[in-house]
């Protein structure tokens, strides 16, 4: 399979990894948003994002600037009608991705892979408002998308060994990542762990057990996490964290996977982790741990 133009639905959090991680690999990205202004800032906070690296040595000027020029921002779906690949990545929410996956089948030739990077709904849903429901398959990348090898790429009931094995030469060969087939269920697999992960976390808080900052440094240590739990959490979004729980709460009817009350609390209370700066702990505008 060669691809040479993808495009990125939605440009929130993962979808300007995405587009970041598929310029970088040589393609030509296609980005859309709801909005010219979202769009706008998702591409600066692409710019920002490749800065920082050549801050770090781990970019040239000239490396991104290549990447840079193979963003291309555009304000209707139907200027994607020529990629050969076109990745989802709007809000978490059933109707509203229906919508943009009954408009990709109109426009997108059969042959173009339609992939959702949801990271809880069900891709047979989304496939039956096609017409080929075969070419639907889930590409659910884990944040940081840049620095994280892996996709999940997940077979819905109609998804075709075809189109498997077409997404997986993609990810392996193309964007250099491992891929891991899954099939179908609510949260996968790094989802369902890592949200039960983070609320069991959240339960030993609420107990008086240990303090947030000693658990991340118990887990972080001890088990050589990257982050502990409540940074995790804080970096994915506890909003995104929340709805995931909730979907997979109503989906399973496990009590295990029933939010902690200090995770709705925090949520109601705006304190989403690093997209508005505080969470579990305080971040500044990069991101960084205060």
């Given at each position: ?185 609510p949260g996968f697999v790094t989802t369902r762990l890592i949200c ?73 209370g705006g304190h989403l982790g690093v997209k508005s700066g505080v ?12």
């Amino acid at each position: 399979m060669t691809v040479r133009k993808a495009g990125v639905v939605g440009a929130g959090t993962m979808g300007q990894g995405i587009a970041e991680m598929l310029a970088f690999n040589g393609l030509d990205v296609y980005m859309i948003e709801d909005t010219s202004e979202r769009l706008t800032q998702a591409i600066e906070m692409i710019e920002h994002s490749l800065d920082k690296q050549m801050e770090r040595w781990a970019l040239t000027h000239a490396e991104k600037k290549l990447v840079m020029s193979r963003l291309h921002p555009v304000d209707s779906l139907s200027e994607l009608a020529e990629c050969e690949l076109v990745i989802e990545t709007i809000t978490e929410d059933l109707d509203s991705k229906r919508v943009i996956f009954d408009q990709l089948d109109q426009l997108c030739g059969p042959g173009v892979i339609l992939a959702s990077n949801t990271s809880t709904l069900s891709l047979t849903e989304l496939a039956s408002v096609t017409a080929h429901p075969e070419r639907v398959i889930g590409m659910h990348f884990v944040y940081p998308v840049i620095k994280t090898n892996l996709v999940e790429i997940v077979r819905g009931l109609k998804t075709s060994d075809e189109t498997f094995a077409r997404t997986k030469h993609f990810v392996e060969e193309i964007i250099h990542k491992k891929g891991v087939m899954v099939f179908e269920s609510p949260g996968f697999v790094t989802t369902r762990l890592i949200c039960l992960f983070i609320n069991e976390a959240l339960h030993v808080l609420e107990e008086g057990v240990a303090s947030a900052e000693d658990i991340d440094s118990a887990m972080r240590i001890g088990y050589s996490f990257q982050y502990g739990p409540f940074e995790m959490a804080d970096r994915f979004g506890l909003d995104a964290v929340l709805a995931a729980l909730e979907r997979m709460f109503r989906e399973y009817g496990e009590l295990k996977y029933r939010p902690s009350i200090v995770l709705k609390k925090m949520v109601r209370g705006g304190h989403l982790g690093v997209k508005s700066g505080v969470g579990f702990f305080n971040y500044d505008k990069d991101g960084d741990r205060l």
